[in-house]
């Protein structure tokens, strides 16, 4: 998955594996100190839990990533989508992981045994999602937009959008582009 958002999405795969690894240390840490505290020992279904999380998280940058690329298309700058994305994104990342956690709420009320780790496992891992992507991932795609050489096309992988972008933005469509090329 790594060298998936590193190839598509260029410097977003870069701040999208630093989101990831950083939410795989915090999840690590709060296991251990809910370990620590309470006694809380992760099994098997526990780590079945942690690893759908991982896939929820990964969800939320690429819905964030394809709204930004979704607002390029529309014309707007790199600078000028993020914050318009970001509102966009916000709302799904929201529904969907209190989609999950109502999910994983239910299942721990409902569930027994190695089921309920599962489920505890799979809320935490949805609460923490939240926290980095709101505290971690949106700002650095923030402050990226803001950086003139990490925003250039070529280094952010949005140039084909780019291109796409200012071409809707200046009247002239695809469709108009390829004919007169040929």
């Known amino acids: 998955m790594f060298v998936y958002c590193l190839a598509y999405y260029r410097m977003l795969g870069v701040l999208t594996v630093l989101s990831l690894v950083l939410s795989g240390a915090i999840v690590y840490a709060v296991l251990v100190l809910l370990g620590r505290w309470i006694g809380f020992t992760l099994d098997l279904a526990g780590v079945a839990g942690f690893i759908i999380a991982i ?56 569930a027994v045994g190695e089921v309920r780790g599962f489920a505890f496992t799979l809320g935490m891992s949805t609460v923490l999602d939240l926290i980095v992507v709101f ?38 469509h695809i469709s108009q582009t390829k004919t007169k090329g040929a």
Do not use: N
């Open 135 to 172: 505290l971690v991932t949106h700002p650095l795609v923030a402050m990226v937009a803001k950086s003139k050489k990490l925003s250039s096309p070529k280094l952010s992988g949005l140039g084909t959008v780019q291109r796409l972008g200012q071409q809707r933005r200046g009247g002239v």
């Open 55 to 110: 896939g929820v998280t990964a969800d939320s940058f690429v819905v964030y990533f394809e709204r930004l690329k979704d607002e390029m298309r529309d014309g707007k700058s790199f600078r000028s989508a993020v914050p318009r994305a970001w509102a966009r994104a916000r709302r799904t990342i929201l529904a969907s992981d209190a989609i999950m956690f109502l999910c994983a709420a239910v299942l721990y009320v409902l």
